[in-house]
């Protein structure tokens, strides 16, 4: 079955860190990029992070960018978003979304998304 | 504050036809194919509207795109009550070096 989970999400303290992971099957997940997309309560979608289908190239939004970090584990079938520093800006449910074209990054097309996992950052 | 402007509103009744704007500039929707998505609340979002107007599996005919410069737009014709969702634009902008999101539109079925 074609799918992804995403897993970890938390309360945090403001300051702190959290890693949330995105388990992905059913698909060459070497020919795809994959991406992290939030969203925070009462607000709209947020583009934050992407990496190449070979894990290689990477990009973040200016929001998180210095503050949280993307990888892929293509033996696990896994893609991680390690959160540091955490605001209370940053509290949202977070998706992870699979590109919908081979071998391209620059994706703003994801046919396959998880259901999410929710990050709340409070003292 | 997204870089990609959407009303935040727009309804129909059922049949209508109803379009919704996504505004952006030369390095995101100049530049680069406009997505659009349907999200239901508590669901994840669909899309709807991908490369080339292509459509995924399963989504009728009914929605269609448009692109013109530095905007685009998403039309519905034979609006039906399950169309009542938000729709998000999406594109990838070459000065950002990301994605931006249109901020929104929600849509009414009268």
């Known amino acids: 079955e074609v799918q992804l989970i995403e897993s970890g999400g938390a309360v945090v303290q403001p300051g702190g860190s959290l890693r949330v992971s995105c388990e992905f099957s059913?698909?060459?997940?070497?020919?795809?990029?994959m991406h992290w997309v939030r969203q925070a309560p009462g607000r709209g979608l947020e583009w934050i992070s992407g990496?190449?289908?070979?894990?290689?190239?990477?990009a973040y939004a200016d929001s998180v960018k210095g503050r949280f970090s993307l990888s892929k584990d293509n033996s696990k079938n896994a893609l991680y978003l390690q959160m540091n520093n955490l605001r209370p800006e940053d509290a949202a449910l977070y998706y992870c979304?699979?590109?919908?074209?081979?071998?391209?990054?620059?994706?703003?097309?994801?046919?396959?998304w998880g259901q999410g996992t929710l990050v709340s950052v409070s003292s | 504050q997204s870089v990609l402007t959407q009303p935040p509103s727009a309804s129909g009744t059922p049949g209508q036809r109803v379009t919704i704007s996504c505004s952006g500039g030369?390095?995101?929707?100049?530049?680069?194919?406009v997505h659009w998505y349907q999200h239901l609340p508590g669901t994840a979002p669909k899309l709807l509207i991908y490369?080339?107007?292509q459509r995924p599996s399963g989504v009728p005919d009914r929605f269609s795109d448009s692109k013109s410069g530095t905007s685009a737009s998403l039309a519905i014709s034979g609006l039906q009550s399950e169309d009542e969702a938000i729709y998000y634009c999406?594109?990838?902008?070459?000065?950002?070096?990301?994605?931006?999101f249109g901020g929104g539109t929600k849509l009414t079925v009268l």
């Open positions: 490369t080339n107007s």
């Open positions: 990496v190449g289908w070979d894990g290689g190239r990477k």
């Open positions: 030369g390095s995101n929707i100049g530049d680069n194919p």
């Open positions: 059913g698909f060459h997940d070497n020919e795809y990029a």
């Open positions: 979304a699979k590109g919908a074209r081979k071998f391209y990054f620059e994706n703003s097309d994801y046919d396959l």
């Open positions: 999406a594109a990838w902008d070459d000065s950002l070096k990301g994605v931006i």
